[in-house]
């Protein structure tokens, strides 16, 4: 079945610092690649996504790449803020019939002032 | 667009009683999916539905748990009886067909089991 590997957390960053959240996977078929992100308290949200080979998909500053040759879409943003502290979850979404997203394990990063 | 609504948001309830949990999808969704959140396990899919009829229901850890999908607005997921360790946070989420389309997220119903 489909599978993540997410780096470890919990991150902790100061303000403005450079962010890298490295995900890697394996799934079925060609998959589309999601990052979402979830606010303490609150469900999830999509943050981005990239559907084919080379793609890069971005959104508030944050932009992750489809690297199929690695199997990778590592989540990166130049200049975090404190309103950037959530959990982080990479997700595959395989291809065929398998509709389902399969999560890692998410990635706490706290950012301070 | 209202997007995925649940409820309660939240529920406490003593070990031994039944739980229900509700959910009601975007419209025109044809994908619903219900997870359950711990810090030990993360995110678990226990159960989805396509166009209202269960898919995949390897998730749902024991006979204790049902899920009802009676119509494309509404689904249930049923605890009985319910014991301390399903105290999580279960999200309903739906989505479109396709690989590319996302997954749309309640807010989930945080559930503590006395």
């Known amino acids: 079945g489909d599978s993540v590997t997410q780096m470890e957390g919990p991150v902790t960053l100061s303000e403005e610092a450079f962010l890298t959240i490295n995900c890697t996977y394996t799934?079925?078929?060609?998959?589309?690649l999601f990052w979402y992100v979830q606010y303490p308290g609150e469900g999830l949200q999509l943050l981005l996504k990239?559907?084919?080979?080379?793609d890069k998909g971005s959104n508030k500053g944050f932009e992750a790449t489809y690297r199929k040759e690695t199997t990778s879409f590592h989540l990166e943003k130049g200049s975090v803020q404190v309103s950037d502290s959530a959990v982080y979850f990479c997700?595959?979404?395989?291809?065929?019939?398998?509709?389902?997203?399969?999560f890692g394990k998410g990635t706490l990063l706290t950012v301070n002032p | 667009d209202a997007g995925v609504i649940q409820s309660p948001r939240h529920e406490v309830t003593e070990m031994g009683q039944e739980v229900t949990l509700r959910c009601k999808p975007i419209s025109g969704h044809d994908y619903l999916f219900w997870y359950r959140q711990t810090m030990m396990r993360g995110l678990e899919l226990l159960i989805y539905?396509?166009?209202?009829?269960?898919?995949?229901d390897s998730g749902m850890p024991e006979d204790r748990f049902s899920a009802k999908m009676p119509n494309a607005s509404f689904s249930t997921l049923k605890i009985q009886p319910s014991e301390p360790r399903d105290s999580a946070v279960y999200f309903c989420?739906?989505?479109?067909?396709?690989?590319?389309?996302?997954?749309?997220f309640g807010n989930g119903t945080r559930l503590t089991v006395t």
């Open positions: 539905f396509n166009n209202n009829v269960p898919i995949d």
């Open positions: 799934a079925t078929g060609y998959p589309s």
């Open positions: 989420a739906s989505s479109l067909t396709g690989r590319s389309d996302p997954l749309h």
């Open positions: 990239a559907t084919k080979a080379d």
């Open positions: 997700a595959p979404k395989g291809g065929g019939s398998n509709y389902k997203l399969t």
